[in-house]
């Protein structure tokens, strides 16, 4: 990529013919629960419509596309809709809920041909279109600018960053195997602008070339020519974690509640040994009313007993044959669908199992990444390690098993008192 420099300001901006495309179709699944990163609170509406706003305030589109989850558009014109002046604001502009693809890069080209298909764009080099994660909403009307101008002028434009720290490559053992000059490399944003229908033809040919891409530009250096970079802005991060969003910008507080879970379950023969979803090999496994899963009943307490609304008993009593060899697996997710629909986001689990024996070490990245897909967040934010009862009591004799858990949940909550 050929960086340069800003031009003169001219009147560039107004003889072009522009669409604008913001991808929302993700699942956020890092935000530790099931509120889009998109959909959250962010000064006068929501993270989406502010991402959104900036744009119509600083140049004129024809069109602009937007790309949510399946089913989503309803939700996602909601949070858009979310700041009164929207309305005022997007004017004559035609606006379009499309469906998103499975990964990024169809997004993008199921957006594209929706521009294609309104038939908007005359079919000329005047023609742009730029693209935008809505999860940026912290993007600036001289970035949006530059990159307007530059993708009209030279056919592709990006803004980007120098990085500060000093930058390695690595191998797949974790090992440096080149010192990389912080002077020849960027980080790019977004948004990346493109002439539209040269963009257009990249992405259909890369769509049948079964090979993935990063981003656009990377479609565009190998079908289209090549991409110019423009100064980015640090301001102009992503959001990706809850924490992303200053509660001064959100208008909210964050709620902070701790959560303790404990269980205990005999070990006999003839049952399965379940830990956080996953089959041990082992000759004994745990009693109980449900699965016996102990971990995740000692998981599905803490969770319960941080967001205040009841314990495991309570939900699902053992005097209830309904829940009879029940999946705890299921049963958190039953829990976890209540307190996440409360506005909880996950913070961090960690976890202690008591057992003698088997070995809990060469299962414990599994087991991990099973609670996180039942919490629907990153194994980063759960640890689970095992002690042994040192041959004492009835974990060191091997007739039962212990478990732990403790929780953080956060939870967004408007000021009253602003």
Known sequence: ?????????????????????????????????????????????????????????TMHFLLVVIAVPVNGETDAKKALFSDPAMAEILGETKLLFIPG???????????????????????????????????RPFVTSSVIEAVAETSF????????????????????????????????????????????????????????DGCSYTDDTEIWEKYAGRVHTVPGDSANRKITYPEDIPDSMSGARTMIHTGLGYDLHPLVAGRRLLLGGICIPFEKGESGHSDGDVLLHAITDAVLGASGLGDIGSFFPPSDQKWKDADSSALLEIVWKKITAEGWVLGNLDCVIALEEPKFLPYREQVRKSIADILETDSERIFVKAKTGEKMGKIGRGEAVEAWAVCLLEKKQKDLHL
Do not use: C, W
């Not at 800003?6 to 935000?31: F, H, P, Q, Y």
């Open 1 to 57: 990529m050929k960086v340069i420099h800003s031009e003169k300001k001219t009147d560039i901006l107004s003889g072009l013919n522009a669409a604008l495309i913001i991808v929302a179709a993700g699942s956020s699944t890092r935000m530790g629960g099931k509120i889009k990163k998109e959909y959250l609170p962010l000064d006068n509406g929501t993270v989406l419509s502010e991402a959104a706003r900036i744009f119509f305030q």
């Open 101 to 135: 693809g499975n990964t990024r890069q169809n997004s993008v080209l199921n957006a594209l041909e929706a521009v294609n298909n309104s038939r908007i764009l005359p079919e000329n080099n005047n023609s742009i279109v730029l693209i935008h994660d809505g999860a």
């Open 153 to 208: 002028l030279k056919g592709a434009a990006v803004p980007a960053l120098q990085p500060v720290d000093t930058q390695k490559e690595i191998d797949t053992d974790g090992m440096i195997i080149r010192h990389l000059e912080r002077k020849s490399l960027v980080s790019v944003q977004t948004p990346q602008g493109f002439r539209f229908y040269s963009l257009l033809q990249a992405h259909r040919k890369a769509g049948q």
